[in-house]
């Protein structure tokens, strides 16, 4: 789907235009193995609660960290529960606007830019948040929901089609009309640790699936076919 997705908006020939799977990121490996005093160093330094959602992600607008701050005014003023959302990456311009809409809902506590993060910090928050919360626009495919697979951490992600099942029905979908949606699906995450636990569990059955000798096996195949070709001009 991807690949017809990509033809008809940029006009490219199919068959010029080959499907890899996504894999976590390098440094998930390294650290996933972080003991408990390391990750509490970390929640330290930037004085963390662990009641928190987090959102690693450049300050882009398409990024969509609005709607998480729309869900949370509803989580923490209306409905009375009390959780912190963090969220880090370069900013792009978009950073004061986001704090003109946190502070108009008065959630200047419950919400923090960490700037940007090292590998390390990253793993550790991963491990320590309620979930992984990414309402981005462009997907379907993204690496965070893969990172956050590979260290058990649940993952709350944008429903992009009605009739496809992302990543094996290891994710939380919301739809990003209604913020409300992702407020209520934090409340069911927190609250239904079996059906938490099945989606952690299949994250990491949809990664067990990714074979990564054949995904180079086909990156060689690729270029080896256009090695042809070039040799055909200087």
Not at 13 to 30: E, Q
Not at 42 to 65: D, E, M, R, T
Request: include cysteine.
């Amino acid at each position: 789907k991807s690949k017809k997705n990509l033809s008809q908006r940029y006009g490219i020939d199919l068959n010029r235009v080959s499907v890899l799977p996504c894999m976590p990121s390098g440094f998930i490996k390294k650290y996933q193995n972080m003991p408990t005093n390391e990750i509490n160093e970390v929640l330290n330094k930037f004085s963390l609660k662990k009641k928190f959602i987090f959102y690693p992600a450049q300050l882009w607008p398409h990024k969509n960290h609005i709607y998480i701050i729309e869900a949370l005014n509803i989580l923490i003023n209306k409905k009375n529960i009390n959780i912190d959302f963090y969220f880090c990456g370069e900013n792009k311009g978009n950073l004061k606007y986001l704090k003109k809409v946190i502070k108009s809902y008065k959630l200047e506590k419950n919400v923090k830019y960490l700037g940007f993060l090292d590998d390390k910090d990253m793993v550790a928050l991963y491990k320590s948040s309620l979930a992984l919360v990414m309402p981005t626009y462009f997907g379907n495919a993204n690496i965070p929901p893969l990172d956050a697979f590979k260290l058990s951490c649940p993952v709350i992600y944008t429903k992009f089609d009605e009739e496809e099942t992302l990543f094996n029905n290891s994710i939380w979908e919301i739809k990003l009309d209604d913020p409300e949606n992702l407020s209520n699906t934090i409340v069911e995450l927190m609250s239904n640790d079996l059906k938490k636990n099945e989606k952690i569990k299949n994250g990491l059955k949809y990664l067990d699936g990714i074979q990564e000798d054949k995904i180079w096996d086909k990156l060689n195949q690729i270029f080896s076919k256009y090695e042809l070709i070039k040799k055909r001009w200087k």
